[in-house]
């Protein structure tokens, strides 16, 4: 399905949506042996746009405090506009194949990729705090290159890929879309949303759980673009059955939960699964003592969707709370400075969780009056927070203290 053929495949998604938005029958969650828990629909009946981690009055709040030169919020808007993402020069660099292999080996066109989507997020930010078109302009010509040409993404990387790329780029088109006056390639880029990147992240990953988490994200953010419901739903059920198998709360048991499909049916394979830890606390990540940094992938992933939804209507916040305050408050209580116990990843910690922490502890400190002291310190250290150059970008400019 090209251009031209956008309205035809999406009213039939659309349509498809109306008679199953109430039928969804992914796993809600599951269980250490995978028994799916009752699926619940999720889809609002109309989606809120923009609606893609930052909604208008979020924006409006960001903008208002920006032109009164208020802190944190200036700094971060400096930093911002002082990076290369919101260069009005910028040229973007697409390809018809992205092709990412692990440790990025080979490398066509991935960072290439990664970048345009977080500088056409940026310029969008750009744009809608000061109103100058020629950032909405820029937005959009980096937009339109992508969607004129990219046809896959390929090699052992491509589902992550995807799902970094396809997480920024419905940030971006929504506030495009949805405040500036003309786009006239949007359905184009619709096209490339639905035909390219959903069909790679749709059905999720059984690897390390930040690759489903990051996928997911692209999904729910690319649904509510498309204002697909069944793929809002679909995505959700992901969510559902992922955040309980990556962060694990003492709720859970002996053991933590495993994801559905994950075909993890021992404790073995379970130890094995979470890079060797047997000793399970509350907020430990299934990544963990791999390392913060692909933890705080996770971690981010998981505010992020929980932040669309909430804009969209549907909070998932209150589900994921106990599990992701506690992840935030475990892994920046060592990243602070608290010297590591010997039953946790024996005793060390690789890495740090990177900019990733201010969508959840807005939501979790802020709106629902969680008390969290070791995120709450290390969030304020790391303001204002930049980009880790792969899907988080000016996460203090838009969620610091935002109560929208």
Sequence with gaps: MRTGTIARGLGLAAALAALTSGLCTAPASAGPTGTPAPARAAAP???THPGVLVSRPQLDFVRAKVQAGAQPWKSA??????????????????????????????????TDEREDAIAAYTLSLAWYITQDSRYA????????AWSAVIRDHTNSNA????????????????IIKYTYNSWPNSGRFAT???????PKVANGSNSNGNWELSMTEAAIGIA????????YDKAVAKFRGRVPAY????????????????GLDTRDKIVKY???QSTFMDGLSQETCRDLTHTGYGLSAISHIAETSRIQGQDLYPEIAERLRHALGLHAKYQVGNPVPGNLCGGSLKDSLGPVTEVGFNALHNRMGIAMTNTQTLTERQRPAGSNNLFVAWETLTHADNPN
């Design 45 to 47: 009946a109309a989606f």
């Design 77 to 110: 808007y400096d930093q911002m506009m002082g990076s290369k993402y919101a260069s009005l020069s910028r040229t973007a660099k697409p390809r018809a194949v992205v092709e990412c292999g692990s440790y990025s080996n080979p490398n066509y066109g991935c």
């Design 137 to 144: 302009r820029k937005a959009i010509e980096i937009m339109d």
């Design 159 to 174: 589902p992550l890929q995807t799902g970094w790329a396809g997480s920024s780029w419905p940030r971006a088109a929504e």
């Design 192 to 198: 490339m949303l639905h035909d390219v990147y959903l």
């Design 224 to 231: 509510v673009f498309l204002e697909d419901r069944t793929a």
């Design 247 to 262: 962060i694990y709360v003492s709720a859970d048991g002996a053991l933590p939960k495993t994801a559905p499909g994950s």
């Design 274 to 276: 979470w890079q060797g």
